[in-house]
């Protein structure tokens, strides 16, 4: 029987951990740009971790199981409750704000589909213990950098940005009851996959008769964000006027920051995990029609929620895969080929014991290198040489025995040139460096 790997999963060869690792370095890199830490967790939790704390669209989607014990555990679908419960076990000792981040694992039982599979890296970019929207500026100034480096702009991608405190001051300002504002959040969530029909026949069911549909639709679509802001602070309460305050310091700080261009105001964005309570924002693809590149938004009561001290957070989740399948429908995928610094040829198979002593030495300084298996002519060991992206061969022959030398070839230039044994292992780096055959690292 053929067995294949179960659908929604991905097998990862050599070329497509290339570009994974291509990915992760990116992920690793600008986070610690921003003094970030990493972090991670375990693969399975409680279940009871996710149960009313992500809204029902996660929990249906958790892989779940139970041990001997009768214990009922799932498969992380995000890392949020993860990190607010290992923050949480930590209020008192950590120093603030903690800011961490994680490139983990994870998997959703949902229908696997263009830019979705039910398994996948998600970097995680979060920011806990900080108030200010300071914090929500500058994960989203994360989110920028990282697009800038992977060569996306403004045109290609947006954030798209709202606030659920100012989504709240408006709709409860137009008559929505406080106890309806999740379920309408959930079903604005997902709007944009529901035809008008079914938008309207949905709201009425779960959210209401006290403002209509098409009242809800018109509202959210206000861009502008002077007349939304106004219109949240208009309010009887001070809930609607300090988020609106809220939002406008976000909006200034973002300017601050020098990612206010990649920005756009979308009263729609309201994000469907239950736990968000302020900012909220996605990033999307202009043209492209694929589903959220990254998710995220201020939770400030989650710690609390799973049974902590309050700790108030703020962060993002960004998908592997419909990343790269942006980048690769933009045609900005790099192209990536395995790469050693050193190929060790023989110009006479008495000699292969040499090509193992050297490897050795070669491989201790960290240089990458490999060699043919094969005693074979040296026109094949340079074909594979070059076949494995080789920047150098060292020729090991009858100058060695003669003269204690080895000839250094350049595959990029083809310059070759005869070196003292000795000289050039006791420093093959810097003999590298100086013929320019060693990537820089
Ligand atoms: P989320 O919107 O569920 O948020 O996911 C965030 C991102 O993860 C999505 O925009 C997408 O890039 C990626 N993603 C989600 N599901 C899949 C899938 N099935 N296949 C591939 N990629 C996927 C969260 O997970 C929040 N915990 C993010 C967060 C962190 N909020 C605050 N901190």
């Known amino acids: 029987m053929k067995i294949q790997s179960p659908p929604g999963m991905r097998d990862f060869y050599p070329e497509d951990m290339r570009l994974q690792n291509w990915l992760f370095e990116h992920w690793r890199g600008v986070s610690r740009s921003f003094g970030f830490s990493e972090y991670e967790g375990p693969i399975f939790e409680f279940l009871a971790l996710y149960e009313a704390k992500s809204g029902p669209g996660i929990v249906s989607e958790v892989f779940n199981f139970q041990d ?9 679908p995000e890392m949020t409750p993860t990190l607010a419960r290992m923050v949480a076990a930590r209020a008192n000792t950590l ?3 903690i800011k961490w981040f994680s490139l983990p694992r994870m998997c959703r039982a949902e229908r696997p589909q263009r830019g979705r599979l039910r398994e996948f890296f998600q970097w995680n970019v979060d920011i806990l213990g900080m108030d200010d929207v300071l914090a929500d500026a500058e994960v989203i100034a994360v989110a920028v950098a990282f697009l800038k480096r992977v060569g996306l702009t403004p045109e290609d991608v947006v954030v798209k940005l709202s606030s659920r405190a100012l989504a709240t001051a408006i709709l409860t300002g137009t008559g929505l009851a406080e106890d309806q504002v999740e379920p309408a959040f959930q079903l604005i969530d997902r709007a944009e996959k529901l035809s008008p029909d079914a938008f309207e026949e949905q709201w009425s069911a779960q959210c209401g008769q006290a403002i ?11 861009t502008d964000l002077d007349a939304c802001l106004s219109m949240a602070g208009s309010g009887s309460g001070d809930t609607g006027r300090g988020a609106a305050e809220e939002f406008r310091a976000l909006w200034d700080n973002l300017a601050l920051f ?8 979308d009263l ?13 924002f996605e990033v999307k693809t202009r043209k492209l029609g694929l589903r959220a590149l990254f998710g995220g938004g201020r939770y400030d009561n989650l710690t609390q929620v799973l049974g902590g001290p309050r700790v108030t957070g703020v962060g993002f989740g960004a998908g592997d895969v419909p990343m790269l399948e942006c ?8 192209t990536l080929g ?7 040829i023989d110009a006479d198979a008495e000699l292969f014991p040499k090509v193992l002593e050297i490897a050795g030495k070669l491989r201790q300084t960290g240089l990458t290198v490999d060699f043919s298996y094969k005693r074979q002519g040296l026109g094949k060991q340079f074909k594979q040489a070059s076949a494995r992206n080789a920047r150098t061969a060292v020729i090991v022959g009858s100058e060695l025995t003669e003269r204690g030398e080895l000839t250094i070839k350049n595959l990029t230039t083809g310059d070759q040139r005869t070196v003292a044994a000795e000289t050039f292992l006791a420093d093959p780096r810097g003999e590298l460096t100086n013929q320019k055959t060693v990537a820089s690292r």
């Open 268 to 280: 729609r964005t309201v994000r469907g995990l239950a736990y968000y309570t302020g900012p909220v």
């Open 68 to 76: 001997r014990g009768e214990r009922h555990f799932a498969i992380r």
């Open 258 to 265: 020098g990612v206010q261009d990649f920005c756009e105001f």
């Open 327 to 334: 980048l690769k429908d933009l045609g900005r995928l790099p």
């Open 95 to 97: 120093s603030r704000p």
């Open 212 to 222: 209509s549909a098409a009242t809800v639709l018109e509202l959210l679509a206000g």
């Open 338 to 344: 395995d790469e050693l610094d050193v190929f060790i």
